[in-house]
């Protein structure tokens, strides 16, 4: 059994997260919180401070190519 075996996920996905060659520390740094209440709802919200985030950013607008009636199978 080598090493990665027997390492935490959280180790696990910190190592893979930052071996990259331009990695830097700060891209193993949490991106969500995960929320369990007691009713058995699990919620997962993306953290304010997360330098990574899904979605456009406002300084990237939509290309003509990436618009919805590009898309549009019914056409």
Known sequence: MGSFDKMSAEEKRHDQLTTAPKAVESDADPRINVTEKP???????????????P?????RKASPSNTAADTDDTK
């Open 39 to 53: 009713d058995g709802v699990t919620r997962i919200d993306w953290r304010d401070d997360a330098a990574v985030r």
């Open 55 to 59: 979605g456009r950013s406002d300084d």
